[in-house]
């Protein structure tokens, strides 16, 4: 578009340069308002000379202030040009609103649109979907009485007392029944569970079949670089992990205390977890003499006064939460364990029980630097008395990140329903508070351990009974009644003591019949806060953290990238030595193999052809689709050493027996027990960082080598001369499967770190042999690539 | 279809020769403020001087010197007066095809008196021609100037940037010494 050729032309005289009033011509009215306006917003004021300069005199006073008239301006210019430009409201709609069908279909547009986009809709001549009529006929109408017959029937009050059931069914020593969420949707939830939030992601993401729930794998858009800017610097991002599987164990203090030492080999009894001040989160173990790890479990036990004497015959409770993958193994160590302490002869304990409450506890797990703060914006707490709480929930909350609370750290909590509370406004963005203040940080610390204390010196939380859970949601249109109550009430107590100092905060008005749902908050060692919940809660709490502030959601692929980053284990991927981490192997190898042979040749990476260069024979080492457990640990060299015919189970030959790999959880003691442990460690396997040095990513089932002490001083000088590229002939090449010592499990390029990294599991066996715990340096190939990349790991 | 490209050149007018300024005074608000910074010398008039660096000003300080460097345009250089002297520059030193390559494209956006700070649209292709006339600008409205490029950028919201932290500078160093 074509500028206006000169700046308004006024004499000098006239104050204010720029401005214009339309003309008054009727006819062309409209457009000319348009065009007046467009140019008053584009001009810029400026201010004559006379103001300052005065018969000979500059006055340094108005120089001064006019050059703030000048900015001024300029800037109220640059905001009027950018108003003026604004573009139809489609484009305005942030991009993860925005929805093909709104470009005919006002409805698909979020709500505060709507009316401009009518206007323009109108405007410009777009053919608008009309709403749609419902025929009419006989059996329509009847049809549709009868719902409102339903309805209405619904609405009686009578109704609410007569329904018996408020919460979801919990196992009893044994599994309990899945909980079915939409009954309009019944067939489909035939053979899998749908989370209570299924419905949102289902709009928003793209599902999987997983460990028989259906868990959003990704959003729909893409958001590698989103992910990350909100786990880093942003609001935060929220899952829906209602997923986890939870158990209850109950029974006497001392039974549960044996349980759970022999589950966690005797981690998680320590004073603080066994008070329920925090929660325990490490690997659980099976029963058997071996050292082989189920998975991670976080461990919580039911908040009690204090650990006296008197307390061995006390019924308590513990909750367990484990990874889907890892719950039937668990289940059934449990069970054995529930079992046994029932009908043993010596002090048996008749009333121990385990619950499965895979369906009646639900959880959102939250990242982000000022995750708290938006979990304190959004949710409210329910609190009759407790004033310090009040605060110290505020201190918390106002710090927004849940790296400042102690690992561990559990919260007991009551909430208001979040419907009821007046919702924040939708743009207030979250301020940013600066976290790198010491002061402010041990302020936030201590807060929080007093909060801590106190909630946990106060009765347990009401989310471990049924009977606690068993809050009921009432239907959204009530809740939005009571929303409007409260906001009158507000209204009133606000005026009511306009007179006095004291305005009364929102969040504290309770009415009588407010509920308070119960929740625990526990702070996890990936540096996340878990918020159980009754089930039928989670899908209000959920909905309620995401819309505003700018939170995003997440599927798995955002987990995992998460974890990633903060170079963390992602379970099940990153646990090869567990019988989940290798059934997820084993599915990973199903998957690619079958993408690989569908592809067409020329399409696709021939492994067999693979040259090294190296001085071998080509091909890729071990099963290009897989990290190759079996190809590593069944190396000559290490069957030398290991007696043969010694295995746990032999039932499945393919992933246990002689040469499954099994999981190193404490490596300090494997270091100082290896000789002893010699036999054992033979298939062990310990989990690392990867941190490249230099270019390159891991992917996973990359293969690890160790460098040979003859190439080390090739390898090393790597770093020193950046100019050594793959392609020249200095670059050296990579090592003999000989030194191959383990395989990527979960790797990419970590914008964290601003370099390739990953996790990585190596064999002790091969690390041994190939020059020890000391040297830690590596190649790391990527599975097709020829070439290796110097790297660093460093183990967990 | 091609983007129409521009250049946005932000150009400060600068005033070598002072002719009607005799002393620069502190408004009477703050009369104690300045006054103290900026008492007149007894020494000849500032109107004789060339205060531009390199002249030989005497004993100016240097917000003195600040000042008078960004002064407000005398009488006479107004945003038409600017107008027509660059695009006579232009002519004079491009001639008629210079003049008319660049006719239809060029434009004073903004050009403030108080402060002597314009903005100037170019399409891209002779932003350099125009930014060449700019510096053989001899006189204005009779007023004897030179201009100096404070910045050049494709957008003017970038030029506005910069004017708005030039402003703050100034105003900065002379407000904030106090």
């Known amino acids: 578009m074509v500028p206006p050729t000169a700046g308004p032309s006024k004499s000098a005289n006239q104050p204010l340069h720029g401005t214009k009033r339309p003309a008054s011509d009727a006819n062309n009215d409209r457009d000319e308002i348009k065009r007046v306006k467009m140019m008053n917003a584009r001009t810029i004021l400026s201010q004559p000379s006379e103001s300052s300069l005065k018969q000979g005199q500059l006055d340094v006073g108005a120089f001064v202030s006019s050059r703030k008239y000048e900015i001024q301006q300029l800037s109220d210019s640059m905001r009027k040009s950018k108003a003026i430009q604004k573009q139809q409201t489609f484009q305005v709609v942030p991009r993860s609103l925005r929805r093909r069908a709104a470009s005919h279909h006002i409805r698909f547009l979020p709500p505060r649109f709507r009316e401009q986009a009518q206007q323009e809709y109108k405007d410009s001549g777009i053919q608008l979907t009309p709403k749609k009529r419902r025929r009419i006929t006989r059996l329509h109408l009847r049809r549709d009485t009868a719902l409102k017959l339903k309805y209405f029937a619904r609405r009686r009050k009578a109704y609410h007392c007569d329904r018996k059931r408020s919460t979801y069914p919990v196992g009893i020593n044994e599994l309990a029944t899945k909980v079915i969420m939409e009954r309009k949707f019944k067939k489909r939830q035939k053979d899998k569970t749908w989370l209570p939030t299924h419905l949102w992601h289902a709009k928003r993401a793209h599902m999987i079949n997983k460990w028989g729930y259906v868990i959003p794998s990704h959003p729909n858009e893409k958001c590698f670089r989103p992910t990350h800017r909100a786990s880093q610097n942003g609001s935060g991002i929220v899952f829906d992990t209602s997923y986890y599987a939870t158990m209850i164990l109950q029974g006497q203090h001392d039974s549960l205390h044996m349980a759970v030492n022999i589950i966690s080999r005797s981690k998680a009894c320590g004073k603080t977890y066994l008070l329920g001040d925090r929660a325990f989160e490490g690997p659980i173990y099976n029963d058997s003499n071996n050292d082989c790890a189920i998975g991670e479990a976080v461990i919580y036990f039911e908040p009690t006064a204090e650990l006296g004497d008197g307390l061995a015959n006390k019924c308590r409770r513990v909750l367990i939460r484990v990874h889907p993958a890892a719950f039937d193994e668990t289940w059934k160590t449990l069970r054995a364990l529930v079992t046994e302490t029932r009908e043993r002869e010596l002090d048996p304990d008749p009333d121990m029980e385990l619950q499965d409450c895979r369906f009646a506890i639900g959880s959102i797990d939250i990242f982000g630097p000022k995750s708290l703060k938006v979990v304190g914006h959004n949710l409210r707490l329910n609190l009759e008395k407790d004033v310090t709480v009040h605060q110290a929930w505020s201190m918390a909350t106002a710090a927004g990140d849940p790296k400042l609370i102690p690992l561990g750290a559990v919260f007991p909590l009551g909430f208001f329903d979040p419907r009821t509370i007046s919702t924040p406004s939708r743009d207030r963005k979250v301020a940013t508070w600066e976290s790198r203040d010491v002061s402010k940080q041990s302020l936030i610390c201590k807060s929080l351990n007093e909060m801590a204390r106190h909630l946990g010196s106060r009765a347990p939380s009401p989310l471990f009974t049924t009977q606690g859970r068993s809050i009921r949601v009432e239907h959204a249109k009530i809740a939005h009644g009571r929303l409007k109550q409260r906001r009158a009430a507000n209204s009133k107590a606000v005026d009511a003591k306009k007179s006095s100092q004291i305005l009364l905060k929102k969040e504290t008005l309770v009415f009588n019949d407010d509920v308070s749902i119960p929740a625990i908050m526990i702070r996890r060692a990936n540096g996340a806060i878990s918020l159980l919940l009754p089930w039928q809660w989670v899908a209000i709490f959920f909905k309620k953290l995401v819309l505003p502030a700018y939170t995003i959601y997440g599927g798995l692929q955002q987990y995992h990238q998460i974890l990633c980053e903060r170079m963390l284990p992602y379970f099940p991927d990153d646990f090869p030595g567990t019988p989940a981490g290798q059934v997820e192997e084993r599915e990973k190898m199903t998957q690619r193999e079958k993408e690989w042979k569908s592809r067409p040749r020329s399409k696709k990476i021939i492994y067999d052809a693979l040259d090294l260069r190296n001085g071998e024979k080509k091909g890729e080492v071990g099963n290009p689709f897989a990290c190759d457990w079996r190809y590593l640990l069944e190396a000559d060299a290490i069957a030398g050493y290991y007696p043969p015919n010694e295995s746990a189970n032999q039932q499945d030959s393919s992933s246990t027996g002689s040469n499954a790999p099994w999981m190193i959880t404490d490596m300090a003691r494997a270091l100082s027990e290896r000789n002893k442990l010699r036999q054992n460690l033979m298939a062990a396997v310990f989990t690392v960082q990867i941190i490249m040095i230099g270019r390159g990513a891991p992917r996973p089932s990359a293969r690890i080598y160790g460098i040979p002490v003859r190439d080390r001083s090739k390898w090393m000088q790597l770093k020193r001369n950046r100019k050594i590229v793959p392609g020249s002939s200095e670059y050296p090449v990579c090592p003999k499967r000989d030194y191959l010592i383990g395989f990527v499990t979960s790797g990419g390029f970590n914008l964290k770190e601003g370099k390739g990294s990953g996790i990585a599991s190596l064999s002790w066996a091969k690390v041994e042999q190939n020059g020890g715990f000391n040297y830690r340096y590596c190649i790391v190939r990527d599975v097709g690539e020829r070439i290796g990349r110097l790297a660093l790991y460093k183990p967990l | ?178």
């Open chain 2, 1 to 178: 279809m091609v983007r129409f490209k521009s250049r946005y050149i932000l150009f400060t007018v600068h005033y070598p020769v002072l002719t009607d300024i005799d002393k620069i005074c502190p408004s009477d608000d703050n009369a104690s403020d300045y006054a103290t910074r900026f008492q007149v010398r007894k020494a000849p008039s500032l109107s004789d001087r060339n205060i531009l660096p390199g002249g030989k000003e005497g004993n100016l300080g240097k917000e003195m010197r600040m000042l008078l460097q960004r002064r407000p345009a005398p009488d006479g250089v107004t945003l038409n007066a600017v107008n027509t002297a660059f695009r006579d520059a232009l002519n004079r030193n491009f001639g008629d095809l210079g003049a008319g390559l660049v006719r239809a494209s060029v434009s004073l956006k903004y050009f403030s008196p108080a402060t002597s700070t314009g903005i100037i649209r170019v399409s891209r292709d002779h932003y350099r021609m125009v930014w060449a006339a700019l510096t053989f600008l001899n006189e204005i409205g009779g007023v004897k100037v030179m201009v100096t490029v404070d910045h050049v950028s494709g957008t003017m919201r970038k030029c506005e940037k910069v004017a708005i932290s030039k402003n703050i500078k100034v105003v900065r160093e002379l407000s904030g010494d106090l």
